[in-house]
């Protein structure tokens, strides 16, 4: 049974929460404030959690932040407010999707349930051979190929390593600062146009219109995810 951290300072919503998610077949755990949720939810034994941003002692972003540097699960952020300056910074430290006060229960648990499918499905693909398949993009780490609806795609060995990297964290959004860091190295020569240069030549080769990716997304302000 899957485990999902409920953390929320409203009493009544935390409890609306999971009860919905029980009825559906899920364990659920709550967190009245910042300091009990980042406490539990740096544990790892939870599946998927659901963040509520504005939180008493220790605010979402920071849980957030904390949480992603640990585990990849999936972090969905919950809002009460619609500025997309919220949205984008929560995105950007790392949460997977964001649903905004008031909301209906089902699509919470729609929400959770898409999710945690993805994960699934991730984990799945990186355990026979680090495959990964996102639609019509297909990546093989093992023989270092990469596949569009079956036609091989030739990439540079930068190329591909961002590509995997954005592919094995779907819909997390990074920022120029964090990719070159991670594929190029703290302490690389060099600076963050590399990046912004190396995702204009990626969607020149996986995109079908590089103008309107559907694949490699900029997230304004923010950075770049790889969307499922």
Known sequence: MKTILIIEDEQSIAELQRDYLEINGYRAELAANGEIGLEKGLTGKYDLVILDLMLPVINGFEICRQIREKHNIPILMVTAR????????????????????PFKPGEL???????????????GSKEQRNVVQIRG???DYDTRRVYMD???????????????????????VFSKDQIFERIWGIDALGDTQTVTVHIRKLREKIEANSADPQYIETVWGAGYRLRV
């Open 82 to 101: 619609r500025e997309d300056i919220d949205v984008i910074r929560g995105l950007g430290l790392g949460a997977d999707d964001y649903i905004t006060k």
């Open 109 to 123: 648990v729609a929400r959770v349930k898409a999710h945690l499918a993805r994960y699934e499905r991730l984990i």
């Open 137 to 139: 993009l297909l990546i």
């Open 150 to 172: 079956d036609r091989e795609i030739v990439l540079t060995t930068k190329e591909f390593e961002l590509l995997y990297f954005l592919a094995i964290h779907p819909n997390r």
